[in-house]
């Protein structure tokens, strides 16, 4: 049973840079396809990165794209999300999520992601 643990979150100010940190542990198969989606209260689950398993293909959403990087460790079973610039509306909880395939079709829909993390939450004052 793969388990995602993510780290980094909590209050910071708008303009910060914080990172985010997802661990993953317990994986027997082949290193997956990892994503990161957040979701704001009362709103559905957003997409906001992806990075295939070599790491030379990403996806951004287009809220965070030009702001947010999704690099990745193989070595550390480890994936991070740099969020730089943050906004108020950048406020929502984190979930880092993995897939066995990078379809990209598919890559923002989170039904089609097989594990995922238990959230951090990240809240971003004006």
């Known amino acids: 049973q793969v388990q995602l643990v993510e780290s980094g979150g909590g209050l910071v100010q708008a303009g910060d840079s914080p990172r985010l940190s997802c661990a993953a542990s317990?994986?027997?198969?082949?290193?997956?396809?990892m994503c990161w989606f957040r979701q704001a209260p009362g709103e559905e689950r957003e997409f906001v990165a992806a990075?295939?398993?070599?790491?030379?293909?990403?996806n951004y959403g287009d809220t965070v794209k030009g702001r947010f990087t999704i690099p990745r460790d193989n070595a550390k079973n480890t994936v991070h999300l740099q969020m730089n610039n943050l906004k108020p509306e950048d406020t929502a909880v984190y979930y880092c999520?993995?897939?066995?395939?990078?379809?990209?079709?598919?890559?923002?829909?989170?039904?089609?992601?097989?594990?995922w993390g238990q959230g951090t939450q990240v809240t971003v004052s004006s």
């Open positions: 999520a993995e897939r066995p395939e990078y379809i990209f079709a598919t890559i923002m829909n989170p039904a089609f992601y097989t594990s």
């Open positions: 317990g994986r027997t198969l082949s290193t997956p396809v």
């Open positions: 990075i295939s398993v070599s790491g030379y293909i990403t």
